[in-house]
């Protein structure tokens, strides 16, 4: 985000950080910055801007398993996101064998046809494999099984 006044001003700038991220990660200028504070959703920076003035924010978008319908069902959720098991990116996969783990770490992959994408693990048959996970949204297409609860 570029801060762009017509001449210097003082003023707050407050950012909106999402419930769910407990990281967060500021830099003003290309530089590290910790003056700002935290609160009520917001991470607020006080001081004068000018037209050069440059601020980057990053946060973490956690991965969790939330119980489903009872404690035997989970669904992967990341962030605000469902995510799903869609079969076009798990051809050999039998998705009515798997089970999420407990705790589940992703890592992006690549999009395909404008389709995010996440890889993790998963147990098939009491065994870990790598399993192809993607938003709600975006599975089913071409008419493709997919699926969001899982046993646990």
Not at 49 to 69: G, K, N, Y
Not at 88 to 109: H, T
Request: glycine share 6%; with cysteine; net charge neutral.
């Amino acid at each position: 985000m570029h801060i762009l006044p017509d001449e210097v001003l003082s003023f707050t700038l407050r950012l909106r950080i999402p419930d769910w991220s407990s990281e967060i990660r500021v830099s003003l200028n290309g530089l590290p910055f910790r003056e700002g504070s935290r609160s009520e959703g917001y991470y607020r920076i006080h001081r004068k801007w000018s037209a050069r003035d440059q601020i980057m924010l990053e946060f973490d978008i956690p991965t969790c398993v939330r119980p489903f319908l009872n404690d035997q069902y989970g669904v992967l959720v990341r962030g605000t996101e469902v995510l799903a098991v869609d079969q076009r990116d798990n051809r050999m996969l039998d998705v009515d064998a798997m089970a999420l783990q407990k705790r589940m770490s992703l890592k992006c992959l690549d999009p395909v046809n404008g389709r995010r994408r996440y890889s993790g693990e998963a147990i098939v048959k009491d065994q870990l494999v790598q399993v192809v996970f993607t938003p709600y949204a975006d599975c089913g297409g071409e008419g493709s099984q997919f699926r969001t609860a899982f046993p646990l």
